[in-house]
């Protein structure tokens, strides 16, 4: 049966429209870090390069190279941790300057992955597909821990009513927001969604 994250990972992919709290464990990622604006045209290189990845690791079988623990699944949304950099914090006035934007973008892999297969992947994919990108691509575990999260319902330029119900809820339930950091999960296509009907998890972790 091929695994599909939406109907078998609800509660990491399809939270209700209130926020709630959560634990979320260690995932495997393929990360890239990068600064600017994500509406540039540089931003859909970072995302092209982190897709070709995933698709080399679903598409595995194929080509004879799949881990013996393989199975079939969907792949993974898009996801995004997001921050300014310190100038920006110094200037801060409660509008942000999407230049100044740090991110760092990634998607999930299977459990089957380990280090060594992704890292087999990744080389492959420098001789098959190159992108310079390529080279700023790690392999990781990350693990957010205790978070608040919400399905946010349109524009991301509209994210900011959604962070504060999430801020109101921790301040009712004596949590506190551990940095001003937080996780985007895409589960729009933006460049076919009309920006009212794009829906995004919201999520930042908590102490």
Sequence with gaps: MKHEWKKLEKKFYLPKNNPEKIFIPGFKFYTIKGKGNPNDDFF????????????????????????????EYIVYPLEGVWDIDEEAKKKYSGKIDKNSLLFNLMIRQPDF?????????????????????????T??????????????????????????QMEKFADEHQ?????ML?????????????????KTVLRFQIE
């Excluded at 949590?175 to 940095?179: F, I, V």
């Excluded at 937080?182 to 794009?198: F, G, M, N, Q, V």
């Design 175 to 179: 949590l506190k927001r551990k940095s």
């Design 182 to 198: 937080h996780r985007e999960i895409y589960l729009s296509d933006a460049r076919k969604t009309p920006p009212e009907k794009l």
């Design 44 to 71: 859909s290189e970072y995302i092209g390069v982190l897709y070709s990845l995933s698709y080399g690791v679903k598409m595995s079988p194929k080509i004879g190279i799949a881990p013996e623990n393989y199975f």
């Design 139 to 164: 392999f990781e575990i990350i693990e957010d821990g205790s978070c608040i999260q919400m399905l946010h319902s349109g524009s991301y330029d509209n994210e900011s009513q959604s962070f504060k």
């Design 113 to 137: 992955v380990t280090e060594e297969f992704a890292n087999e992947i990744l080389e492959r994919t420098k001789k098959k597909k190159p992108h310079e990108l390529l080279d700023k691509v």
